[in-house]
């Protein structure tokens, strides 16, 4: 395989929001009296569908309705702490080293993620930016994925996708896509590993193996 295009992950790849992600989490979870979970354990047990990663750490069932409150308390916890967040440090230098087209695509609602990129300098880089059209977040990536290489135009094929976890990697099968795993992200370097996946420990490292495969 010879990809041509590359689609980047945001949240975890690109964007190096770890920390605000699982204080978010834990603003989520204290609505309800729960303890806390830190960095290392949220590496760990991160998962798409989010409602399976709650249950797992609250250790009970997470209805639909429950889903939704928490969704919105972590979205407003994170977007309060987004000032604070930057690029991954390699990022502008990957994505520059790519030499076919990019793309973007998110699991952040997409009225926030357009603008949200051209405040990162990155206004003019990719092709197609697509973020969630939802109210509510937490779904697998598959769908959007495919959604997304759809409206590029582009098959699945002749594209490597670039993410930090797991989800990332099963969508990227659902379409016959590459992947290459980032370990900077909300999934244990150790998990990745174990997926077999090529792994990078920095994004330019990744695009590197991206144009390996």
């Known amino acids: 395989m010879t990809a041509t295009h590359l689609v980047w992950d945001w949240n975890g ?16 979870f204290a609505s309800l009296g729960a303890r806390a979970v830190d960095a290392d354990e949220h590496r760990r047990t991160f998962r798409r569908p989010v409602a399976e990663f709650y249950a797992e750490m609250l250790g009970r069932a997470v209805n639909e309705e429950e889903f939704g409150r928490l969704d919105r308390i972590f979205h407003d916890a994170y977007r309060l702490g987004l000032t604070d967040i930057t690029l991954a440090a390699d ?6 080293s790519w030499p076919g087209t990019q793309s973007l695509l998110s699991m952040w609602f997409h009225s926030e993620l357009v603008p949200a990129v051209d405040t990162y300098g990155l206004a003019g880089v990719f092709t197609r930016v697509d973020g969630l059209r939802t109210e509510v977040g937490g779904d697998l990536k598959a769908g959007h994925l495919a959604r997304h290489l759809e409206g590029l135009g582009v ?20 379409v016959g896509a590459a992947s290459v795993l980032y370990t900077g992200g909300f999934t244990h370097p150790v998990r990745l590993r174990e997926s077999g996946r090529p792994v990078a420990d920095t994004l330019l490292e990744a695009v590197n193996l991206a144009l390996s495969l």
């Open 13 to 28: 790849t690109l964007l190096d929001d770890l920390h605000l992600v699982v204080s978010s989490t834990n603003e989520a």
């Open 91 to 96: 990022a502008m230098t990957a994505i520059k």
């Open 155 to 174: 098959p699945g094929d002749q594209v490597v996708l670039i993410g930090d976890s797991l989800d990332d990697a099963y969508a990227a099968d659902a």
